[in-house]
Nanobody, 122 residues
Framework: QVQLVESGGGSVQPGGSLRLSCAAF????????LGWFRQAPGKEREFVAA????????YIGNPAKDRFTLFRDTVKNTMYLEMNSLRPEDTAIYYC???????????????WGQGTQVTVSS
């Protein structure tokens, strides 16, 4: 069993930055890859980025390329998403999820957090 708790969401102006955190709890948490997904109002949930259990491998989705940085602290069992140059279209609920596989497909993720709201608006 893995529990995930996201934090760091909020409201920022276009061009601003936010750092999201995902704290993972559970005896086997370090065996799981962690990923970020987001869901904007009226849209399907989409892949943002994922990182392996060791932090050595990452997948970066189109929404994150060139603007977001993903990293993982295996001692603290926490994953971070550093988001820069934020745009209004980044507005969404951001979810952390855990999977046995480093994957872009949300269907492989077994555990999900409650989500954290990110709003980008002037």
């Amino acid at each position: 069993q893995v529990q995930l708790v996201e934090s760091g969401g909020g409201s920022v102006q276009p061009g601003g930055s936010l750092r999201l955190s995902c704290a993972a709890f559970g005896e086997t948490v370090n065996k799981y890859a962690l990923g970020w997904f987001r869901q904007a109002p009226g849209k399907e949930r989409e892949f943002v980025a994922a990182i392996s259990w060791s932090g050595g491998s990452t997948y970066i989705g189109n929404p994150a390329k060139d603007r977001f940085t993903l990293f993982r602290d295996t001692v603290k069992n926490t994953m971070y998403l550093e988001m820069n140059s934020l745009r209004p279209e980044d507005t969404a609920i951001y979810y952390c999820a855990a999977s046995e596989y480093l994957d872009l497909d949300q269907r492989t993720y077994d555990y999900w957090g409650q989500g954290t709201q990110v709003t980008v608006s002037s």
